[in-house]
């Protein structure tokens, strides 16, 4: 018996700009037949998160987050923006922090939840050589803030920084040794 769960029928619930939501008829090993939501985006490429480094620190962002209600500090990210991973992080970094110029690097990719998503991010390394003049987007990122490596995984600790994008980066950073 192979592993997999195969689909039947590829039904398009709903679609914006930004993603599209599936609720498919599947086959399951067993042989027994189901439903699966899955969630992709429509943009070609990976979406990005920024580890946007300045002299030992790492910018976050403070950001409105509409499904939880409330701000949140997380490191910058975007929806890929049809080019290439690098240049959808010079356009994050631009956008979020005010910064036009950095040495880029992909250091990995996450798989935000591989359950219902089709998405990898890439996670994007970005030693900036100034700190910027703050977001362009000043609707979606209300404040920025520069922490060491282990001040973040403080505010990790405590409760204080919870999205899985960054909690991930953080592990894939110190595995690559950047800070």
Same mark, same amino acid.
């Given at each position: 018996?192979? !592993? &997999?769960?195969?689909?039947?029928?590829?039904?398009?619930? +709903?679609?914006?700009?930004?993603?599209?939501? +599936?609720?498919?008829?599947? /086959?399951?090993?067993?042989?027994?037949?189901?439903? +699966?939501?899955?969630?992709?985006?429509?943009?070609?490429?990976?979406?990005?998160?920024?580890?946007?480094? !300045? &002299?030992?620190?790492?910018?976050?962002? @403070?950001? $409105?987050? +509409?499904?939880?209600?409330?701000?949140?500090?997380?490191?910058?990210?975007? $929806?890929?923006?049809?080019?290439?991973? %690098?240049?959808?992080?010079?356009?994050?970094?631009? %956008?979020?922090?005010?910064?036009?110029?950095?040495?880029?690097?992909?250091?990995? $990719?996450?798989?935000?939840?591989?359950?219902?998503?089709?998405?990898?991010?890439?996670?994007?390394?970005?030693?900036?050589?100034?700190?910027?003049?703050?977001? /362009?987007?000043?609707?979606?990122? %209300?404040?920025?803030?520069?922490?060491?490596?282990?001040?973040? %995984?403080?505010?990790?600790?405590?409760?204080?920084?919870?999205?899985?994008?960054?909690?991930?980066?953080?592990?894939?950073?110190?595995? !690559?040794? @950047?800070?």
């Amino acid at each position: 018996m192979k !592993h &997999e769960v195969k689909q039947i029928r590829e039904r398009l619930a +709903y679609s914006n700009p930004f993603i599209e939501l +599936y609720d498919d008829d599947v /086959e399951f090993p067993d042989g027994t037949t189901g439903r +699966y939501v899955r969630l992709r985006a429509t943009m070609p490429g990976a979406p990005v998160v920024l580890v946007a480094m !300045h &002299e030992g620190r790492i910018a976050l962002v @403070r950001t $409105f987050r +509409y499904p939880l209600g409330q701000l949140v500090w997380e490191l910058p990210r975007g $929806f890929s923006q049809g080019v290439s991973v %690098e240049d959808t992080a010079r356009n994050e970094l631009r %956008e979020e922090l005010g910064i036009s110029s950095a040495d880029i690097e992909v250091i990995g $990719f996450l798989a935000p939840d591989s359950g219902v998503q089709s998405i990898r991010a890439a996670v994007v390394a970005a030693t900036v050589r100034a700190p910027g003049q703050g977001p /362009e987007d000043i609707n979606e990122v %209300e404040s920025i803030g520069w922490v060491t490596l282990q001040e973040l %995984e403080q505010m990790i600790r405590r409760g204080q920084v919870e999205d899985s994008f960054t909690v991930a980066a953080c592990t894939l950073i110190r595995l !690559h040794e @950047r800070l």
